[in-house]
């Protein structure tokens, strides 16, 4: 299967010269995680915002009220084309530690995610090898707790290179939180000061958990059916790990 045949044709746009706080609240109300840049002139590449360089800006204690899109958007951004297989866009994606390509025919015309690709392959006939969610989650996650600022739990998430961080549970017993960071996208997007917010109060409310010995088929399944990109994996001894979207999709491309 090609690109153009999953990628996002209707995608969100953006001015160099505006607010990332604004940028971040469209990103919001259309739920996706990047938006093309115009480039400054013509016959340049266009470049991309991602919630990524959201969390970069919130964990570096700047405010996205107060910082242009220019400041922190990738110009001339990798791209792809229409006519890319799956797989190549993927491999770039896991290559680069993408989770979004600009497709270009010239000009822009679509975005393809990891979740785009994702998505696709779980609803073709599953060709990949068997994998199991312990051969690709991440065990060095990071744990944070709730009392702890939004803007602290970015600067640990950009820090470790993470897209997420298990919050502790509030009560003995009591299942472990999740913020993530389309978490701190929303943050910024409603004008709040990431400094003073607590983590507690922003907690992921699409998450689940799984066992280690769950299939990536299993994660992939889940994630689709749940529109999230993190799974927080358990066993008897409690979070095992964390796996990403982008770990699922890596661990089917090994």
Do not use: C
């Not at 060709?127 to 803007?151: C, K, N, P, S, W």
């Amino acid at each position: 299967m090609r690109v153009a045949e999953v990628m996002t044709r209707d995608f969100l746009t953006a001015r160099a010269e505006e607010e990332l706080a604004e940028v971040a609240r469209r990103m919001v109300e259309r739920w996706v995680g990047s938006a093309i840049v115009e480039p400054d002139s013509p016959g340049s590449a266009a470049g991309i915002l991602t919630e990524r360089d959201v969390v970069y800006v919130v964990g570096a204690g700047a405010d996205p009220r107060r910082t242009r899109a220019a400041d922190h958007f990738t110009p001339e951004a990798t791209s792809a084309g229409p006519d890319w297989s799956l797989e190549r866009a993927a491999e770039e994606m896991n290559r680069g530690g993408f989770r979004h390509l600009v497709v270009a025919d010239g000009d822009p015309v679509g975005v393809i995610s990891v979740l785009d690709i994702m998505r696709t392959w779980t609803g073709e006939r599953w060709r990949h090898r068997a994998v199991q969610i312990r051969e690709a989650m991440r065990r060095d996650f990071l744990e944070v707790e709730g009392t702890e600022t939004v803007g602290e739990a970015a600067r640990q998430m950009v820090e470790r290179g993470l897209g997420a961080a298990v919050v502790t549970a509030a009560k003995p017993k009591s299942p472990p939180g999740l913020v993530t960071d389309r978490d701190v996208l929303r943050v910024a997007a409603a004008g709040h000061d990431p400094g003073t917010e607590q983590v507690a109060d922003h907690l992921s409310q699409r998450m689940t958990f799984s066992a280690p010995d769950w299939s990536l088929r299993q994660a992939a399944e889940a994630m689709t059916k749940g529109g999230f990109q993190h799974i927080v994996v358990v066993d008897q001894g409690g979070t095992a790990g964390v796996i990403s979207i982008s770990d699922v999709v890596g661990g089917l491309l090994a």
